[in-house]
C-alpha cells in the first residue's frame, strides 16, 4: 500500500489562525519546502507560486515534499528529513475530518503526552503500551495530551489520530480515568503540535524510526513537564512503556494509586471498558457482519511473521487444515454454519512467502491454498448435515468499502476485533497477544472462550493465562 493519502495545501503550509502557535514560526513568509538530496529548494515563493508547486506535487505516489519548521530546535542537517516528513500522518484526516462531535476538555492541570511519535508494534502491541501511558498518568495524577496519541500503521511511517478510531467522549464519561484533553498553548508550549512531537526532540525521532530498539527520546527531554513525557525509551531505561506492561503482566506488580491499588488485569477491564470504537468503525463492523446469524469466530494466526516467530515453537499449531479439524470435531460448535476467521490475507498471499526458498514454504503454500479454498466455497460439515459459510473482514473488506489506505492494516485488525468479540465462540491461541486480548475482554462480558492446541479444542475457564510468548 502507498504510505499516504494525497496532501492538500493546508497541510503543508498553513499555520493555525488562532495565533497561539505563533511561537514557534518565523514571522517570515518564506517557507521552505525541502526537496529530496541534491535537489533545489523552493524558498521564498508567493502564497500562489507555493499552491502551484504543491498541487503539482500531490499527485506523486509518496510525499516527497513538506513543511520544514522554523523553529531552531525542530531544524534538522540537509540530508535528514523533517518531523513532518518522518511522522507521516495521514495526511486527509484532517481537523475537518475528524468526528465533529467530539467534545474534548480543556487542560488546566497536569498532563502527560506520548513522547514517541506513534505507539509501535501491531494493533495489540500498540494497545498494550497505550494502557501503560494510561496507568503512569493514572499513578502520576495528570491528564493525557490527545493529539499526542497516535496509533501505527504498520511498516509505514503512517500515524492515525485516536479520535478517528476510538470515542473521545465516551473515553471521557469515566470519571476515574484520566481526561483526553485538546492542545493548550499556554500550558502545553514544550510540544509542537505542528510536527506532533516534543519541542527539541525531532533529532531522535528520526533515529528512533530507524533504530527503535537502540534509541530513547526521552534522553534529550529530561526535565520536561509542561507536558510531561513518557514513552520512546530503550528497554530496561525508565520511561519504557513495553517494560511498565510486561513487570504486571509477567510478575503480577499492582498498579498503585494513592486511592487503590489493582492488578494490570483489573486495570486493563477499566480501560477496555472506555474504549468505545469510533463511529467509522463500527459503521464498517455493521457492514461485514452477518444479519441475525450466530457465528464462531476463529483467530489461526498462521501468518509468515508468526511462523518466522522463534518463542514458544512447541505450542504453535501450524496446519490451518489441522486447526479447522478440531473446530469442526468439537461437539458443541456442529449448530453453527458460519464462521469469521481472522487473517491478514495480504501477508498470506505476499509473493516473498510464496518462494521455494522461503523456510516455511510448504507449511506456508498449504495454508495459503486451504484458506483460499474455504473464503471461495466454505466447508461441508463431516456429518454431511450442513455447510458452513467461512468469511474474513480484514483489508480487502476495507479496500471495498474505500477506507483511506494510509490507515487499513490499523483498522483492519480493529474490525477484525470487533468482529471477534461479538460472536457466539471465539477459538484462540495462546501464542498471540490478540488472541489473549480478545479472551479478556470476552471474559469480562461473560462469552465463552475456547483454544485449539496440538491435543485438540479446548474451552477457557475464568481469566486466560498471561501472555508467555
Known sequence: FRELAKLR????????????LDDFFSSSNERPIQEKPG????????????????????????????????????????????????????????????????????????????????????????????????????INRQNLLLPSIKWHEKDSHNTVPFEMLFDVEEWNRHKS????VRFNQS??????????VFVGSCNNVIKYFKKPHRTSILNELKGVTQPYALGGAISGQPGNLWDFYRRRDKYGKTIDTADSSMTLQDFEEWVLSAMKPSQLVMDIVNSIRPKDQPYIALHPRVEPEMMEHAHCKEVKVRSVSLILEQVLAYEGFHNYTSMFVAVAMPQMMHKHHLHPR?????????????????????????????HINVWTAGESSLEERNVNPCMIQ??????????????????????????????KI?????????????????????????FAC
Open 9 to 20: 495545501l493546508d497541510d503543508l503550509v498553513h499555520t493555525p489562525s488562532s495565533g497561539a
Open 410 to 439: 490499523l483498522l483492519a485488525s480493529i474490525v477484525n476485533m470487533e468482529l471477534a468479540l461479538e460472536a457466539d465462540v471465539f477459538v484462540g491461541t495462546s501464542v498471540s497477544t490478540w488472541s489473549t486480548s480478545v479472551w
Open 358 to 386: 522461503y523456510p516455511f514454504h510448504e507449511e506456508h503454500k498449504e495454508n495459503l491454498d486451504t484458506l483460499t479454498r474455504i473464503f471461495s466455497k466454505g466447508i461441508d460439515h463431516p456429518s454431511g448435515h450442513s
Open 187 to 196: 500550558i502545553h508550549h514544550q510540544w509542537n503540535p505542528a510536527s506532533t
Open 442 to 466: 470476552r471474559h469480562r462480558r461473560g462469552m465463552p472462550n475456547y483454544e485449539f492446541t496440538h491435543d485438540g479444542i479446548k474451552q477457557l475457564d475464568g481469566l486466560p493465562p498471561p
Open 39 to 138: 535537489k533545489e529548494a523552493f524558498v521564498g515563493r508567493s502564497s500562489d507560486e507555493d499552491e502551484m508547486r504543491i498541487k503539482q506535487l500531490t499527485n506523486r505516489d509518496r510525499v516527497q515534499n513538506t513543511q520544514s519548521l522554523k523553529h531552531s530546535d525542530e531544524t534538522v542537517n540537509s540530508k535528514s528529513l523533517s518531523c513532518i516528513d518522518v511522522v507521516q500522518r495521514c495526511m486527509e484526516l484532517t481537523n475537518e475530518s475528524l468526528p465533529s462531535t467530539v467534545d474534548v476538555p480543556a487542560s488546566e492541570e497536569m498532563t502527560l503526552a506520548l513522547a514517541a511519535p506513534m505507539l509501535k508494534g501491531g494493533y495489540r502491541n500498540q494497545y498494550m503500551r497505550f494502557v501503560a501511558l494510561v496507568g503512569n498518568a493514572l
Open 177 to 180: 480515568l484520566p481526561k483526553l
